[in-house]
């Protein structure tokens, strides 16, 4: 069984944990830089980013969390989560691990918008996906080498780049398992390339 940890510090991490187990792996609160050697994959949940920055610095996580990425490690951003794992964000100067190439606009639906649900269709993974939005961010631009998964309304809210995964929404806030599930499944595969190369 692999086992998948989510970034503890601050955001929605029992519901995550909840949907990991539904899907079939072991789930760790991730609280601590050594817990990073023990899974094989994490989850940034969402909640507020410039928040998560702030503690991820106190707890010296920063360059643990970009070396868990640069090895290949899987990761899964989901909306301030996103914002963590892009190499730009729009009107900012500073960006967080900078993993995936990615353009990030914050907060992007606008204020009438500042939260609401939508049904998706997520490519390869799941058809009438309904996907809750909360202060949500959207992607403004991709990478050659990033693949679209889903939009909404012309805005990019699902992506992904080798190991990384995003979603500007909140998979984890219904009992739809669906991206959970591609996303251990894609655990999984990570987890028996490393046995095979070693
Ligand atoms: N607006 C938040 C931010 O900028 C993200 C919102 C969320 O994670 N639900 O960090």
Not at 10 to 26: D, L, M
Not at 33 to 52: K, N, R, V
Not at 176 to 189: I, P, Q, T
């Amino acid at each position: 069984m692999v086992t998948v940890g989510v970034l503890g510090l601050q955001g929605a991490v029992r519901e995550h944990v909840r949907s990991i187990e539904a899907s079939g792996a072991h789930a760790v609160v991730v609280k601590k830089i050594a817990q990073l050697d023990e899974i094989d994959g994490l989850i940034l949940p969402g909640g507020e980013s410039t928040t998560m920055r702030r503690l991820i610095d106190q707890y010296g996580f920063l360059e643990p969390l970009r070396q868990f990425g640069q090895n290949n490690k899987p990761i899964f951003g989901t909306c301030a989560g996103l914002i963590l794992l892009a190499k730009e964000i729009t009107n900012q100067s500073t960006v967080h691990l900078g993993l995936m190439d990615i353009t990030v606009t914050r907060n992007a639906f606008g204020r009438q918008k500042d939260s609401f649900e939508a049904a998706l269709t997520i490519d390869g993974v799941a058809e009438n996906f309904n996907a809750v939005f909360i202060r949500a961010p959207y992607i403004e631009r991709v990478g050659e080498s990033v693949k679209i998964l889903a939009t909404y309304d012309d805005a990019i809210v699902a992506a992904e780049e080798g190991p990384f995964l995003c979603t500007a929404f909140h998979p984890e806030l219904t009992k739809d398992h669906r991206l959970a599930h591609y996303f251990v499944e894609k655990v999984k595969e990570s987890k028996k390339d490393l046995q095979d190369s070693q």
